[in-house]
């Protein structure tokens, strides 16, 4: 056999010997759970630990869901009852307090509660009544952007109301006319706020602005008991000829 022929058999047999022992090692997707086993062996009680810590944290998440839900249930109930205490709007200033101290008594019992915002509207609601602009401007302004539409319209209607009763119609008199500005549809208290807008332009010497919130309720809300109002207001104004 020449030289050359053997060299190359030689060559052929050594290759098939390494790809058989080659075949033989386990490929890397055995070899990592082998040493993933081997880690777990070799570390069983931390991870134990870790499926212990893992069990009880996802049990306890659970857990305190369903105690919130439960509390939540709880401060709703207890909110219905608080709000069926309101008094109505022209009952004297010691109903209105003895209200306020409902809802302030509700609000430290039930701190987490979803319904604290509109809780605080009403403890606001509460100080208006009560004479206490300042007090109600600031928990106004606080909750304005906590409520919902269109409560959250009803905190800023609250702050241009307590500014009104000031005599501050220059500081209200944005607040109206960003009510006012709104669109019908994103404001269903247009025609109210359209009319507290004329009247504090009528206050700070604006009289022809205010004719022009008067005329837009008349055309847009013909309906509106402010639109039998706004009229009233336009024949005053009217020159006779």
Known sequence: MPIEVAFANRIKVMAKSKEAE???????????????????????????????????????????????????????????????????TDEKAESWLTFENEVSTF????????????????VAKAQLHQKKYDQAIEVYQGV??????????????????????????????????KLAGMAAEANPFKDYHLWNAALNLEKIGKADEAQKHYQQIVDAFEDSKYASLAKLSLKETTPVE
């Open 107 to 122: 609000l430290s019992t039930y701190s987490k509660s979803s319904v604290i915002p509109m809780a605080n509207f009403y």
């Open 144 to 177: 304005q952007t906590k409520l919902v539409a269109p409560y959250n319209l009803l905190a800023m209607e609250g702050e241009a109301v307590s500014l009104q009763f000031q005599e501050k119609y220059e500081e209200s008199m944005p607040i109206w006319e």
């Open 22 to 88: 080659a075949l033989k090692k386990p490929d890397s997707f055995v070899l990592f759970f082998q040493d993933l086993l081997s880690w777990v062996n070799a570390n069983f009680k931390t991870v134990m630990v870790g499926f212990v810590f893992i069990f009880f944290g996802i049990a306890g998440y659970f857990y305190a869901q369903k105690i919130q839900k439960e509390r939540n249930l709880e401060a709703a109930d207890a909110w219905a009852k608080v709000v069926e205490k309101q008094p109505l």
